[in-house]
């Protein structure tokens, strides 16, 4: 039975669970390519407005300073400045 907690995956099991699984991401990665983009901006405006809706905004704020200084210094090393 495939719901029995006792039961061993297969090989097989789990060669099919994989590749519906890349069946589903090619199916999301083509779909990601064909959307316009002016529908990807309304969709990361909606995730924007949502971090301020939660109250995230202010939260996310507090360590920018530090990652900022992390890009910066990750950015002068990988181009060979000091």
């Not at 907690?5 to 297969?10: A, D, S």
């Not at 669970?17 to 779909?31: G, H, S, T, Y």
């Amino acid at each position: 039975m495939i719901n029995d907690p006792e039961r061993k995956i297969t090989k097989e099991d789990a060669q099919a669970f994989k590749k519906r699984w890349e069946e589903v991401n090619a199916f999301e990665l083509e779909e990601l390519r064909n959307t316009p983009p002016s529908r990807k901006i309304k969709q990361l405006a909606a995730l924007m407005r949502w971090g301020k809706d939660f109250g995230w905004h202010n939260a996310l704020k507090e360590g920018e300073d530090v990652v900022r200084e992390r890009w910066i210094k990750l950015n002068r090393i990988y181009h060979g400045r000091k």
